[in-house]
């Protein structure tokens, strides 16, 4: 980012060191209000790094209360003037890149290691002897480790400029009472900024409007399904995933539209924060480097001893004159000093690094790969990493049957079987394709089927997600059993709906099947249930009975307290007299109940990997313990953590649990909780910190999908290497 006029005066009267570009609540809204130029710094509202009592940005009573710290009308926006003068004073909506090295600081960074000067050493004593092929053959390697640790650096540094690309191009503003569309780097606190579907967020928002928006948010939280967002305010304590009236940079809007005004920019946002730390991580020494360093010491020590004595004796005792005395001295010195081993130790972990390379995992410097052979601990988020990030169906719940559902994302494989495990029985799968239909009709996503040819012709088929996760996970339940998306829809063409809203939470669909005009209602059950005054019972649709509402509720209650996500299908048959023009949720709703039949309840879920699963096992036979840090709620955690085997006795902590933690009491209880949730990246960043000082000196290493901690790296792969 720019240099900031302001902010470097307020730093400079602080006596604070200016280490970054990142501005708290208060400097955005002294800025924003031009308290800032007095030359006085009395006053209040000025704060650097933040002030105990100020309440943040989500917890503020109103969006208009927003508007009016940030000094912006909430119709018309900031003018071309202010807007100016603000992107003076905080300069570009960018993010502070890490500063890039020289290649020879590259370079020099690949040298400078214990390894290194070993082999060097190793290579002078030979040269001195005149062993040119071993002189030759130390220098290749010397070589080869530079390159190899060169080219995957390189590597490793394209990953963490994945970063940038997560942040929107374009964003459209209201500027002078007029909406522009403006490049993103331009947005300046106090920018009012529209959203619809399909947008990435550009800045951190507080909403002022929104209708049905829903968004993305699995990098910076870890939830696998989007968020309904509202204007509501949020307890100043709530965790990143529960602040509903906010919107962060780098998100995406899957669906609905908003409008919000800038809060934050650059590295002043959520993202700046994570990129901030991303750059700052500090480096540790890992267990081979501290003891080659050890060892290279003694025998420092233990070669000077010898070649002393030797040169004593070869003078005192043998009688020899000084030159063949010290020539004595050291060829025994030359003899002592172990050569070959740090040759051999670089070959193998070069070797290494290559086939880690080739299973997806970077490694930036070559001792690094030895951390895998000596830690204790893994940390693992959930979300893309433990899971595929796509959400299945798992178990189906009808009145008369429970059904549950194998395979794991979007793909369609995988068989459904009965309670007991056991195959179903022709009269039960057919009564299942009939009561599944409703799914399939009362879904606005679509599930695209594609072919890789990424690697030649004769590619795999890929199944492609387009819509909401959850609907598309239903999709595949359905062509699970047996039904084809299209021609399900084809037979059934749809004459009316309502669409989903987060106010009342289910959409309504209208097909015309078998000559019938057939209603099809999905969404959550608390808010079905009262609607219906009927269900579907055994295998059959015409089989219908009063609700047993009880027998509902209940199954709702086991299947959420399993850290499911539940929704309810049910179904109706409408009277050709039926005004299609007059339905809507309102009308549905107010018809309570609503004529409608319970069909059945569907538990959804983003499963862990299969081949996760297999490296948490194997990682468990060798004496490694696995952690699970993710942002997504607790029973959710619990529920992955328990699949995998890593809930232990099922105690969860929490991320504002951990923020009213000391250190001290983090190192314990690190120590005895495997499962993490609703935890921010600073959270996964002191549990890990917490593991690494903790009492019984575990070595620890770290692992996610995206980017909320800075050294994570696929490891599920480098386990099978």
Not at 228 to 250: F, N, Q, T, W
Not at 290 to 316: C, D, N, Y
Not at 348 to 376: C, D, F, H, W, Y
């Amino acid at each position: 980012m720019a240099s900031l006029p302001i902010l470097n005066k307020l730093s400079a009267r602080s006596g604070l060191a200016k280490k970054s570009a990142a501005l708290d609540k208060a400097s955005i809204i002294s800025i924003a209000k031009r308290s800032a130029l007095n030359e006085s710094c009395a006053d209040s509202h000025v704060a650097i790094n933040g002030v105990e009592d100020e309440v943040p940005w989500h917890a503020i009573s109103t969006a208009e209360e927003v508007c009016d710290e940030l000094a912006v009308s909430s119709s018309t926006g900031l003018s071309a003037a202010e807007a100016e003068r603000r992107f003076k004073d905080f300069g570009p909506n960018l993010l502070t890149p890490p500063k890039k090295r020289s290649f020879l600081e590259k370079v020099w960074s690949q040298l400078n290691n214990v390894l290194i000067w070993l082999l060097f050493a190793a290579a002078i004593v030979e040269g001195a002897l005149q062993s040119w092929a071993e002189f030759g053959l130390v220098l290749g390697v010397i070589v080869i480790n530079t390159a190899i640790g060169l080219i995957q650096e390189g590597k490793a540094e394209k990953a963490a400029d994945a970063i940038k690309a997560m942040l929107s191009p374009n964003a459209v503003v209201l500027r002078d009472g007029e909406r522009r569309t403006i490049p993103a780097d331009q947005l300046v606190p106090g920018d009012l900024v529209k959203l619809k579907s399909g947008d990435k967020v550009p800045a951190d928002l507080r909403l002022l409007q929104a209708t049905n928006l829903q968004v993305q948010e699995a990098m910076l939280t870890g939830e696998s399904v989007p968020v309904s967002k509202h204007l509501h305010a949020a307890p100043p304590a709530a965790s990143l995933g529960d602040r509903r009236c906010m919107c962060y940079s780098a998100t995406a809007v899957v669906s609905g539209q908003a409008q919000g005004v800038v809060v934050a920019t650059g590295d002043s946002a959520e993202i700046g924060q994570i990129n901030k730390m991303v750059n700052t991580v500090e480096n540790i020494k890992n267990n081979l480097i501290h003891q080659l360093e050890i060892l290279g010491r003694w025998l420092a020590v233990l070669v000077a001893v010898i070649a002393v004595i030797a040169f004593l004796l070869a003078m005192l005792y043998v009688g020899l004159n000084f030159q063949g005395a010290f020539e004595s001295a050291v060829s025994i010195a030359v003899a002592i000093i172990p050569e070959g081993l740090p040759a051999m130790v670089t070959i193998v972990l070069a070797i290494g690094t290559t086939v880690m390379a080739k299973n997806n995992a970077i490694i930036r410097q070559l001792p690094a790969v030895e951390t895998l052979g000596s830690l204790t601990v893994i940390c693992s988020d959930k979300t893309g990493t433990l899971t595929k990030n796509e959400m299945s169906a798992v178990q189906v719940r009808t009145a008369a049957n429970v059904f549950h559902v194998q395979g794991v994302g979007y793909a369609p494989e995988g068989i459904i079987t009965c309670e007991n495990g056991g195959p179903l029985r022709d009269d039960q799968m057919t009564g299942l394709q009939q009561m599944l239909r409703g799914v399939v009709l009362c879904n606005d996503s679509v599930l695209q089927k594609a072919t890789d040819n990424s690697l030649g012709k004769g590619g795999k088929v890929i199944y492609k997600p387009l819509g909401a996760p959850t609907e598309v996970s239903l999709l595949t339940l359905g062509e699970k059993a047996g039904l084809k998306g299209k021609a399900v829809q084809q037979s059934a063409p749809r004459v009316a709906s309502v669409p989903f809203e987060s106010e009342h939470k289910f959409m309504a669909t209208v097909h015309t099947e078998n000559g019938k005009r057939v209603m099809y209602v999905k969404g959550a059950p608390d808010r079905l249930l009262p609607l219906c005054d009927s269900q579907v019972e055994g295998v059959q649709l015409s089989q219908s009975g009063p609700l047993d509402a009880k027998y509902w509720k209940a199954a709702q209650a086991e299947m959420s307290s399993q850290g499911l996500r539940v929704l309810a299908l049910c179904r109706a048959e409408l009277p050709e007299r039926y005004n299609l023009e007059s339905l809507s949720a309102k009308s549905l709703l107010q018809q309570s109940p609503s004529g409608l039949a319970m069909v059945l309840m569907v538990a959804i879920l983003d499963p862990p990997r299969e081949e996760a699963v297999a490296a948490i096992r194997e990682a468990h036979a060798a004496g490694i313990t696995v952690k699970m840090i993710t942002g997504d709620h607790s029973l959710t955690a619990l529920a992955i953590g328990r699949m995998l085997g890593i809930a232990g006795k099922g105690v969860v902590f929490t991320g504002p649990e951990i923020d009213r933690t000391n250190d001290e009491a983090l190192k314990h209880i690190v120590m005895q909780c495997n499962v993490f949730a609703r935890a921010s990246p600073e959270n996964k960043l002191r549990i890990v910190r917490a593991l690494q000082v903790g009492e019984q000196g575990l070595y620890s290493d770290s692992c996610t999908s995206g980017c909320t901690s800075p050294c994570y790296t696929y490891w599920y792969h480098a386990l099978h290497c």
